[in-house]
């Protein structure tokens, strides 16, 4: 099976950095996999890609070693199969709040005896190789985002779940169920404060954290302060700030 290149990346004891997928554009991702990124997330939570266009960008991410993640709309069994199916390599599932519902996605994403996951890897063999399903437990990554209150409170115990690969901090959805204001940069002591709880308890569980951020400047002092895994910037981000250029025209 294809091995994951972040695992290979985290073992000689890098970081791994990211790059945020939100429009539903298969030339969009396969430039942007080309450019260097070791992983790329399409979000279909808040992102506009639907089932075929999530397909045709994974496709798309393919024609280079950049890993396919995707950031399934819930924790929804049939979602987290079928990206898995059409071959991401990672899934990160939202609102993560307690060990019960890391159970059920953790479960939705492993063959049994560890899960419940169906068998029909049709574009992942493709993707991953004839013995996929021999290696895909050990393979693909389960990353729960934690984004609450609520979450941060059950965080050892949601850690704890065996067959889970990574606690991936979300910091708008967790300043909102603190009461706080929404922003584009990591700088409130208690956030700061979030981000260090949810690297000590994915090391304290032996698992990797990962952090999302809207520009580089946050993701290198994210990985300063230990997170294994950062999304650096989102690919309309990067085409709002292209497209900044028109100003030298007025």
Known sequence: MRPNKLKQIWASGKASVDCWLMLP???AAE???HQGWDSLTIDQEHGQADHAGMVQMLTAISTT???PIVRVKWNDPGDIMRALDSGAYGVICPM????EQ?????GASRYAPMGYRSFGPRRATIYGGDDYSDHANDTVLTIAQIETVKGLKNIDAIASVPGLDMLYLGPNDMRLTMGMKTSPRITEPEIIAVCEQV???????GIRS?????NVEDAQKMIALGF???TAILDDVLLAAGAGMRKQFV
């Open 199 to 205: 690297v000590a308890a994915a090391k304290r569980a």
């Open 210 to 214: 990962g952090m999302f951020c809207t």
């Open 65 to 67: 070693d950049a890993v």
């Open 102 to 106: 890391c159970e059920a996605f953790v």
């Open 228 to 230: 294994d895994h950062v």
């Open 31 to 33: 430039q942007l996999a």
């Open 96 to 99: 993560i709040e307690t060990r």
């Open 25 to 27: 554009s298969a030339i």
